[in-house]
């Protein structure tokens, strides 16, 4: 009997050893290695002067996350020109202070902001297997699956209340302004695609053209959204909620963007062409996690400084 079963025990052994080692690392090192990547992107009309974006997605703050809350306090070290907080701000009903106190140096700078569906609702515990099943079938969020029921409700509006009163600008289907030192900056935004609260039609009609540069924000990059900013020609599109892939696979890449977008974009920066229009897309892989999935892989969180630079 022991020459029969010991080895398949051993190996089953070692593969739950190495199981618990990822599950430690992903949650206790790698979620909360967070970094900034820096990235260069050639759009601006020429003659104009650099700008440099702080972009930071998909904070999912939760109460007690004290690292997480120095390291964004510490990106207004950065000085950037403005800021765009591209939505899913909350993991936990109870964060928004602690939420606000992290975000509050930032707040200090000009700045823009779209909402995302864990702004809206809190979060559900999900098999991730989920994920996968959805991308086979094409169902993401509420496009494609049945209506969330008995959702909990996030306190997103004293959260909206305070970027307001520090002057950033809510681009909730709607356009903004933002003015730079004698640079005029538009903006057109959408509330977030991923349950179906977008309205391109309220917004379409394209750049604003007594502005010195526009450019299209909305949290999740569905299809349909880069589809509208691209064919009305805006040069630059910022995107977050895929979470990079959030666990992904080393050499390979990410398994799911929680959206129809292919995997190939599913955090960085690329492009995204209409007939003959192309835009710069940039998604943001985040900072956080749900709050029950704390984990990523291969993956970490991050936020980026995006230098805005003339065409060539």
């Given at each position: 009997?022991?020459?029969?079963?010991?080895?398949?025990m051993?190996?089953?052994?070692g593969?739950?050893?190495?199981?618990?080692?990822?599950?430690?690392?992903?949650?206790?090192?790698e979620?909360?290695?967070f970094?900034?990547?820096?990235?260069?992107?050639?759009?601006?009309?020429r003659?104009?002067?650099?700008?440099r974006v702080?972009q930071?997605?998909?904070v999912?703050?939760?109460?007690?996350?004290?690292?997480k809350?120095?390291?964004?306090?510490?990106l207004?070290?950065?000085?950037?020109d403005f800021?765009v907080?591209?939505?899913?701000?909350?993991?936990?009903?109870?964060a928004?202070?602690?939420?606000?106190?992290?975000l509050?140096p930032?707040?200090d700078?000009?700045?823009v902001?779209?909402?995302?569906?864990?702004?809206?609702?809190?979060?559900?515990?999900?098999n991730?297997?989920?994920?996968l099943?959805e991308?086979?079938q094409g169902?993401?969020?509420l496009?494609?699956?049945?209506?969330?029921?008995?959702?909990?409700?996030?306190?997103?509006?004293?959260?909206?209340?305070?970027?307001d009163?520090?002057?950033w600008v809510?681009?909730t289907n709607?356009?903004g302004?933002l003015?730079?030192?004698?640079v005029?900056?538009?903006?057109?935004?959408?509330?977030?695609?991923?349950?179906?609260?977008?309205r391109?039609?309220?917004?379409?009609?394209?750049?604003?053209e007594?502005?010195?540069?526009?450019?299209?924000?909305v949290?999740a990059?569905?299809l349909?959204?880069?589809?509208?900013f691209?064919?009305d020609?805006?040069?630059?599109i910022?995107?977050?909620?895929?979470h990079g892939?959030?666990?992904?696979?080393?050499?390979y890449?990410a398994?799911?963007?929680?959206?129809?977008l292919?995997?190939?974009?599913?955090?960085?920066?690329?492009?995204?062409t209409v007939?003959?229009?192309?835009?710069y897309?940039?998604?943001s892989a985040?900072?956080?996690?749900?709050r029950?999935?704390?984990?990523?892989?291969a993956?970490?969180?991050?936020?980026?400084?995006l230098?805005?630079t003339?065409?060539p």
């Open positions: 009997m022991r020459a029969r079963y010991g080895l398949p051993k190996i089953t052994a593969v739950a050893a190495t199981a618990a080692a990822g599950l430690i690392y992903s949650a206790g090192i979620a909360r290695s970094r900034l990547r820096r990235i260069t992107v050639p759009v601006l009309p003659g104009m002067r650099d700008l702080l930071v997605s998909d999912h703050m939760v109460c007690g996350q004290r690292k809350r120095a390291w964004l306090q510490s207004a070290g950065l000085r950037p800021v907080n591209t939505g899913d701000n909350l993991s936990d009903t109870e928004v202070p602690e939420l606000l106190d992290a509050g930032l707040m700078f000009p700045g902001y779209v909402f995302g569906s864990n702004d809206y609702y809190g979060p559900r515990l999900r991730p297997a989920r994920y099943l991308k086979t169902r993401h969020g496009n494609g699956n049945a209506p969330v029921v008995g959702a909990v409700h996030n306190p997103w509006e004293p959260m909206r209340d305070a970027f009163e520090a002057g809510n681009l709607t356009r302004r003015k730079l030192g004698g005029e900056l538009a903006f057109t935004g959408l509330d977030d695609p991923h349950i179906k609260r977008d391109y039609e309220q917004v379409a009609g394209g750049p604003d007594s502005a010195d540069f526009s450019m299209g924000i949290h990059p569905y349909r959204t880069l589809d509208a691209t064919a020609g805006y040069p630059l910022l995107a977050g909620h895929t892939g959030q666990l992904c696979i080393p050499f890449g398994l799911v963007t929680n959206c129809d292919d995997t190939d974009r599913v955090k960085g920066l690329s492009t995204h007939h003959d229009r192309t835009s897309l940039h998604v985040g900072c956080g996690t749900n029950y999935t704390p984990v990523r892989f993956c970490p969180p991050e936020a980026t400084l230098t805005l003339a065409r």
